[in-house]
């Protein structure tokens, strides 16, 4: 069984998966139970707010969580259309990150704060 914690409309389930032998003349399904996770409760944003200019995926996360920046830094790459995006700091300070390395995230999604 492997365990996996997926996202569905913002919603964090986990999720068992079981492996099973397959042969080219049977496959049985295996159905596990969804259980959702507790979502954080969100906390106030305090500081300068990095949102997603276009929808994509998170690449990579340049810096470490609370790292010291300073303007025009990349702190991450946002994949879009196959095509890395740059990311830069809008001005100084510590970086919170909102998301993870492989997070798909929409336009105008919270990707980080800095404060």
């Known amino acids: ?39 954080a409760p969100a906390a106030p944003v305090s500081g300068t707010k990095v949102n997603a200019p276009m929808p994509g995926l ?8 609370g790292a010291t920046v300073k303007k025009g830094e990349v702190i991450l790459v946002l994949e879009a259309m196959k095509m890395d995006n740059d990311i830069t700091a809008p001005c100084d ?20 704060v800095i404060g």
């Not at 964090?12 to 080219?24: F, K, L, R, S, W």
């Not at 998170?58 to 969580?65: A, R």
């Not at 990150?97 to 990707?111: Q, R, S």
């Open 1 to 39: 069984m492997r365990n996996f914690v997926i996202t569905i409309d913002g919603k964090q389930y986990q999720v068992g998966v079981e492996e099973v032998g397959a042969t080219a003349s049977a496959v049985t399904p295996v159905v596990t139970e969804v259980k959702p996770v507790a979502a």
């Open 58 to 65: 998170i690449k990579q996360l340049s810096k470490e969580e």
């Open 93 to 112: 300070g510590k970086i919170s990150y909102k998301v993870t390395k492989g997070t798909n995230v929409d336009t105008g999604a919270l990707m980080a």
